[in-house]
């Protein structure tokens, strides 16, 4: 049997949910075609990653946790831009 630490879990968690937010914000960035705020968040991509890549590949039970942390940060970051595309919309009513 595996053990887990909870607080690396929590830890993969949080940092692939962040990664993925940010992952989401690098790709609106480049259908935007901002060239600065692109590499930016790339560059910031990059470096969440490691943490969750350097604690999972020495157990991959923690895969599990960076899937569900990257679900997360995936949906919260699209929730965050509907609502910035929502009030840029209601501006211009």
Known sequence: ???????????VSISTAVTD???VLFNAAVSA??????ATWSSVWYLLSAFAVISYTRNWVYVGFAAG?????????LTFL????????MRHI
């Open 21 to 23: 937010a940010v992952y």
């Open 33 to 38: 075609r901002r060239r600065v705020p692109a």
């Open 69 to 77: 942390g990257s679900w997360i940060g995936a949906y919260l970051s």
């Open 1 to 11: 049997m595996t053990h887990i630490d909870p607080w690396l879990a929590v830890g």
């Open 82 to 89: 509907h609502g910035i595309e929502k009030s840029r919309a």
